[in-house]
Structures are given as C-alpha cells and as structure tokens.
C-alpha cells in the first residue's frame, strides 16, 4: 500500500493538483482577453505579446498538451472501461448489463475531446459545432461520475490502490479540460462565423443560444439512447447503469441490500 501510494505521488496526485491550477490559469487569461490589451499581465500568458495580435488570436496556440491532460482524458476514461470489465465481480460501480451504454457514453465525449483538440482547424463549422456538443455531452456525464464516485468506497479505494484507482479520480480534471475546450471552439467558430450558414448558426454554443443549444443537447442524447435501443440496451439504460450499482453515489439502496444478502 505505501509503495502505491510512494507512486501516485508524482503519477497522479501533482498532475491532479496542475491540471486544476492549469485550467483556473486559462480562465484568468480568458478574463484577461476582454480587457484592453495594455491592461493585460504579461505573465498569465506562457508566450510574449505583441500589440499587433489579439488575445483572443492567442488563446488557441498557448494552450500545450500536458501530462495531465493525456492522463485524465486520454488515459483514464479508457483505463477505467478496462478496470470495470476485469473487477466486475469484486466492485459494482455500474450495472454490468449496460457496458455497452457506458463504453458508447464514455468513447462520444472522448473521441468529441481529441478529434477537436487536434483537427478543429482542419474542420468544417458544422462539424466543429457537433463536437462541441460531444463535449457539452460529456460535461453532463463527468458531473454524473463526479457526484458517482463520492463515495466511501472511492476514498479507500483511493488509499489502498491509488495507482490503479485514479480513473476515479478523472472526471473533475475532464470536465474542466471539456470546458476549456469548448471555449476554445468558441473562440475558433467566431474567427469563422461569415462561413457559418445561419440557418445552423444558432446551433453554436452561447449563452444567447442556450435554449436552442439545450433542445439539441437532449434531442443529440435521444437519438444515442434509441441507437443503442436497437442493440439491446433500454431507454433508460444510462439510468440504470447508475442505480443498479453497489455502495457508490447513486446507488439504489435495495441494490445494495440485495448484493450484501
């Protein structure tokens, strides 16, 4: 135990701790973007300014892929299916009948996370915007798992095998990696908006366009719940892959009675 905990030290609780401040740092710079450029802090930003390029130019180059990032958004989510499937008969953090639903949730928001964070650019607006609601969508399900994983079995799971354990640790630093990242498609559709069509411009996220945005959120959700329908998986399989679980958040507590009997 003291040997994995000796080696999350620096694999995973200083990435932990930098990927919160990273991302606190981003939101300042984007704070800083709206003010006069004269008024802004040379240190927020990780590269020189110049009086001829905007802040709001800088925003998408200054961001570094880090080892954080890779961890909790590249490593973790698919770590964590693995470690799901293989201690499915020791812990019971989701039902097992909804693997399917799970891998599909997890993969849209993963894939939505990456094929964003590298080829936005090379990307039409239409597809950047359907990313951005793959991201949007898993800024609900990190919240989920969140909420999920604060639990008492997650902290001992934490201190026995913190090593092995850390996807559960994973949705804060994604949601948050998401959100900068949304912002960040944000800032590259505004720099496009003369190619957007506004028959489908209202589709960008905005606060001005939250109701539309939300209505195309559950309508994108809907349309996933009835695809994986016809593979087997109920309406309501994302609901009960949450309750039918032992000893976690959201865990029916019949459920758990019943896997103690």
């Not at 609601?133 to 800024?139: A, E, H, T, V």
């Not at 994983?149 to 201190?159: C, N």
């Not at 209505?215 to 087997?232: Q, T």
Request: glycine share 2%.
């Amino acid at each position: 135990m003291f040997i994995s905990v000796f080696c999350s030290i620096p694999l995973i609780i200083i990435p932990f701790v930098k990927a919160i401040r990273r991302n606190i740092n981003f939101w300042k710079l984007d704070t800083a973007m709206r003010a006069p450029l004269d008024q802004v802090e040379p240190d927020i930003l990780d590269v020189p300014l110049t009086t001829t390029t905007s802040l709001k130019q800088h925003i998408p180059y200054i961001i570094h892929r880090d080892f954080a990032e890779l961890l909790f958004l590249g490593v973790a989510p698919i770590f964590g299916i693995f470690l799901v499937s293989a201690f499915k008969n020791d812990i019971l953090p989701f039902e097992i009948k909804r693997q399917l639903t799970l891998i599909v949730f997890i993969l849209i928001p993963y894939l939505s996370y990456w094929l964003s964070r590298y080829y936005k650019a090379k990307c039409s607006p239409l597809v950047n915007i359907f990313l951005s609601y793959g991201m949007l969508f898993g800024l609900l399900l990190y919240t989920a798992l969140f909420l999920h994983f604060l639990a008492p079995i997650v902290l001992l799971a934490g201190v026995v095998f913190s090593f092995l354990a850390f996807p559960l640790f994973a949705p804060l630093p994604a949601f948050l990696y998401s959100l900068r990242e949304i912002r960040l498609q944000q800032l590259h559709l505004e720099m496009y908006t003369k190619e957007v069509s506004p028959w489908w411009s209202f589709l960008i996220l905005s606060w001005r366009n939250s109701i539309p945005n939300l209505i195309f959120l559950l309508l994108f959700i809907g349309i996933i719940l009835h695809v994986l329908f016809f593979f087997g998986q109920p309406l309501y399989a994302i609901l009960s892959a949450f309750v039918n679980s032992k000893e976690f958040f959201f865990s029916s507590p019949q459920q758990v009675l019943f896997f103690n009997n």
